[in-house]
């Protein structure tokens, strides 16, 4: 799939599992998850155009408690 950057108005005001199927990345998010890989979700959460920061908070909280989240 090509990864090419969406308008900030195409992704706006999606969730987290939205955006990820929005670009396909949802299977490599989950393996990532479930492996506990905080690198590899980072990856993942900025090929879904997540900033730095918000793909780190976000990978960081769910290996905080993968459990609530499904992992």
């Known amino acids: 799939m090509d990864y090419e950057r969406q308008t900030e108005q195409d992704i706006e005001g999606m969730t987290v599992n939205e955006r990820l199927f929005h670009f396909g990345l949802a299977s490599h998010f989950d393996a990532a998850a479930r492996a506990r890989d905080?690198?590899?979700?980072?990856?993942?959460?900025?090929?879904?155009?997540?900033?730095?920061?918000?793909?780190?908070?976000?990978?960081?909280?769910?290996?905080?408690?993968?459990?609530?989240?499904?992992?």
């Open 38 to 71: 905080v690198s590899a979700m980072v990856r993942v959460l900025l090929q879904a155009q997540f900033s730095e920061e918000q793909a780190q908070f976000t990978a960081n909280t769910i290996a905080a408690n993968p459990g609530y989240y499904g992992y």
